[in-house]
């Protein structure tokens, strides 16, 4: 039992950490912050951050990992489901900007500072993969809901890329905008440019 409880506390500590590094790195940006800065908002010593995290590269590396493999997770959630390919593209879609918004913070750490202060690291690999992952599962709906006549025949490859895009820029202006209604005009928007003629009327099944 004590050592259940000594993890449980491990755990909500290193937590704590990563969100004050994600408030700081926010607020002040990661070259501004210190592990001072952090240490003061979870109130312990810059040497107890330092047993967490050795370096300030270790804060970004994780909050950047967590972001992708959150999303990834449970993108590979969706793709499971026994739906077609258009609607499992939907609720990806759907998952994606419901993420942007609810987690604003660690998102913008992701896509300001990646490339800015870890485009050397060598655990940059590791979140390469994942984003591969992350971006080809999107061409592969495309490809599946071609091959079945859901939707038209285009670039699957270019037409992800510019899924993505749109997706990812969201996290720029979310924030001030109703969530509930950024969904609706993006999947209407995808919907009305790869849906077949055939499929646009067709019925979609509720979440």
Known sequence: ??????????????????DAATLTFRTKGYQNATLDDIAEVVGITKASVYYY???????????CRRA????????????????????????????????MAANAS?????????????????RRAELNTSLRAFGKHFRELLDEGVSQGLFRPLDTRLTSYAILGMLNWSN?????????????????????????EHADNAPRKKK
Do not use: C
């Open 106 to 122: 660690i998102w913008s750490i992701f896509f300001r500072e990646l490339e800015l202060e870890l485009a050397d690291d060598p």
């Open 68 to 99: 992708i493999e959150l999303s990834l997770n449970r993108q590979e959630r969706i793709i499971a489901l026994d739906l077609d390919a258009a609607e499992r593209l939907r609720q990806t879609v759907t998952d994606h900007i419901q993420g």
């Open 172 to 196: 720029r202006w979310i924030q001030s905008e109703d969530t509930a209604a950024v969904v609706d005009s993006v999947v209407a928007f995808i919907d009305h440019g790869l849906l077949a």
């Open 53 to 63: 995290f050795p370096k300030k590269s270790d804060l970004l590396i994780e909050i």
């Open 1 to 18: 039992m004590a050592g259940r409880r000594d993890e449980a506390k491990y755990a909500a500590r290193r937590n704590a950490i990563l």
